[in-house]
């Protein structure tokens, strides 16, 4: 085996190393699956309002797509790094095959601050970008969808950009180049809560595993975009109670319980969360201290590490985020007995309502929210039941289950179909 070490970021290089140490993955799947098989990097020029031009560096990740087409998220923030981009187009390889999608993995960002842009200008980086990618997106080659810092309305300006500039004639099925689209430009019902959603699923899972119910279960939040939100929400309406949220700039607590489209009103009008008016504001480490059932950490990576591990209290992580624990933050929970219910199962609701909005724009359809709830339902559920399986047979924690799932599949793949010549 040549060398694997750092080919992407740690944290994801490690979990990968751990599951495929624990379930003898073959050697060839091995290194195949340990470099993205493309990495793009583009770069181009925006007219801004002021009519001066500015450079912008955007990527694509195809981390692997022996499953399907290549299938994730685009973001734009100023952190974008390359190899942070490998280890999330890796995490989205192991998301669609653990959700059984017919799907392989990317990621794409560019490197920006979108809050620092006008509509004008964010239309223009998103339709320049997307025009700078050329063939290498298609709806059924790689499927962009939302992340960090892009929306329905980011997503609708990329379909537009790649009809206007493909064969007309296929108009209709060019509608599935992206997921996570407004429902009148082609989204699906239930898209913008899906990972919230599944999150819930999941966590309802775990609880009736227990012996428990979601009713009067404490849990506290980092971050309220749009996972954190939808998560709150949905919890809101089965019972549980929302201790403490803390995003990049502060923590709101109050352990009579935060209503979480209350705090979103007072979010939306621009204000911090920490100063909203029903809760008091609490320092980070005092956040992560909190006395609760569970933790769900929704905002960005690595906020779990070798700082934070130590003060978190709860018996359950729910992974909202994707990779929000370092393997030092990892190794101090388990220590402490705690478990991680992990990101490529936990925040996977978004990338299967992504599956059944290409669905539907591939047949010309529009499913009702019904529907689609059920549907994922029964996919998170099964997906659960296949991790709590492999984690009994491996007699391992959740992440390295949901790893050893992903795994197994993909290397049965490459068995049956062999590699090329
Ligand atoms: N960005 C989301 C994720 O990380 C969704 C990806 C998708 O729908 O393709 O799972």
Request: charged share 25%.
């Amino acid at each position: 085996m040549s060398e694997e070490v750092n080919l992407f970021h740690e944290t994801a290089f490690k979990q990968f190393k751990k599951a495929a140490d624990l379930c003898q993955l073959n050697s060839t799947v091995r290194e195949i699956l340990s470099q993205p098989k493309n990495e793009l990097i583009v770069n181009f020029p925006v007219r801004m309002d002021n009519g001066e031009h500015a450079l912008f560096k955007g990527y694509r990740i195809q981390h692997n797509n022996v499953l399907g087409p290549y299938k994730g998220g685009v973001r734009f923030h100023p952190m974008v790094t390359l190899d942070e981009l490998k280890a999330f187009a890796a995490w989205m390889t192991w998301k669609t095959a653990l959700m059984g999608l017919p799907f392989g993995g990317a990621k794409g960002g560019i490197k920006f601050d979108p809050k620092k842009h006008s509509t004008d200008e964010l239309r223009r980086i998103t339709r320049r970008f997307l025009y700078a990618l050329e063939g290498n997106i298609g709806p059924d080659y790689d499927i962009p969808a939302p992340d960090v810092g892009t929306n329905a309305q980011i997503m609708d300006w990329m379909m537009d950009t790649y009809i206007a500039t493909h064969d007309s004639r296929d108009r209709e099925v060019e509608k599935g180049v992206v997921t996570g689209k407004s429902i009148e430009c082609g989204g699906s019902e239930g898209r913008e809560k899906a990972t919230g959603q599944g999150l819930v699923h999941v966590l309802e899972e775990w609880m009736r595993n227990h012996g428990r119910s979601l009713k009067d279960t404490t849990y506290f939040l980092q971050g309220f975009g749009n996972v954190a939100y939808f998560t709150a929400i949905l919890l809101h309406e089965q019972g549980a109670k929302l201790l403490a949220v803390n995003t990049s700039t502060g923590t709101t607590f109050n352990k009579n319980g935060i209503d979480p489209v209350n705090l979103l009103n007072h979010y939306k009008s621009k204000e911090k969360v920490k100063d909203y008016p029903h809760g008091e504001t609490i320092s980070k480490d005092d956040f992560f201290s909190i006395q609760a059932d569970v933790f769900i950490p929704a905002a960005i990576e690595n906020e779990i590490n070798e700082v934070t591990a130590p003060l978190i209290q709860t018996p359950l992580v729910v992974e909202g985020a994707n990779g929000p624990t370092t393997m030092e933050g990892e190794e101090i929970l388990k220590k402490k007995g705690v478990e991680i219910l992990p990101d490529i199962l936990a925040s996977s609701g978004g990338v299967t309502v992504s599956y059944f909005e290409w669905l539907q724009n591939k047949r010309s359809e529009h499913w009702e929210l019904e529907e689609v709830d059920r549907l994922l339902k029964g996919k998170m559920q099964k997906a659960y039941a296949r991790v709590k399986q492999a984690k009994e047979e491996y007699k391992t924690d959740f992440r390295t289950a949901a790893y050893i799932v992903a795994l197994k599949l993909i290397e049965t793949v490459y068995s049956r179909r062999g590699i090329f010549p």
